[in-house]
């Protein structure tokens, strides 16, 4: 057995995003690699926390989704808005994967996929964060 | 080591790299070293400030500081 972790992955400091005006997204995560059975095994990796901040072009946060569950308060899934009036809130939600965050980002906010098959690519590996 | 599709590079740092990123995002969000970072949040310092946008960036990246 490898040494499984903790581990931490920061995806590009903050990525910028194609949109006008612009976005960045910085990701943040930590994970274990755990024994796995079956086409994914002997073992795979496991996601164990998260942090995706998505910031306007002037570098202010405008949502961010988090998952902390070893964090010193709230353990469980949540979103938190950068509204003035409900900046400190934890909006609970189940575990969300990038994939749904990217979908978000070029769905719902207009960001340029680099991909013209994007969707299909983020259904198929979305696909494998469900089971 | 470093992986490279045609979209997406991936880097594997080294223990002192790491660290090092660790130090520069504590300098960058909370104008402190890495160090002083896991001082305090071992200590339990950070009441209050815990939930901040700042810290919960920097206590993600925990494992690249320890």
């Known amino acids: 057995m490898p040494n499984a972790g903790p581990y ?3 995806v590009g400091g903050k990525c910028s995003l194609m949109r006008d ?5 910085d990701i943040r995560m930590q994970y274990r690699i755990v024994e796995a059975s079956g086409d994914r095994g002997p073992y795979k990796v496991t996601i164990t926390a998260y942090m995706y ?4 072009h002037r570098g202010r946060e405008v949502f961010s989704y988090h ?3 070893d964090g010193p308060k709230v353990k469980f899934p949540h979103l938190h808005v950068e509204h003035p009036a409900f900046k400190k809130a934890h909006f609970p939600t189940r575990r969300i994967s990038l994939e749904e965050v990217l979908t978000l980002l070029i769905a719902d906010f207009g960001v340029q996929p680099l991909k013209s098959d994007w969707e299909r690519v983020l259904t198929g590996t979305q696909q494998k964060f469900a089971t | 080591m470093t992986t490279k599709t045609s979209i997406v590079r991936s880097r594997r740092l080294t223990s002192r790299e790491a660290r090092q990123l660790f130090d520069r995002e504590a300098r960058r969000h909370l104008k ?3 160090t002083e970072f896991l ?4 200590a339990g310092k950070f009441d209050g400030q815990a939930d901040t946008s700042a810290v919960r960036r920097v206590a993600m990246l925990l494992p690249f500081g320890r």
């Open chain 1, 21 to 25: 005006p612009s976005l960045a997204l």
């Open chain 1, 8 to 10: 931490a992955l920061v």
């Open chain 1, 53 to 56: 901040i998505v910031d306007d």
């Open chain 1, 67 to 69: 998952w902390q569950p």
């Open chain 2, 32 to 34: 402190m070293s890495g």
């Open chain 2, 39 to 42: 001082r305090r949040w071992e």
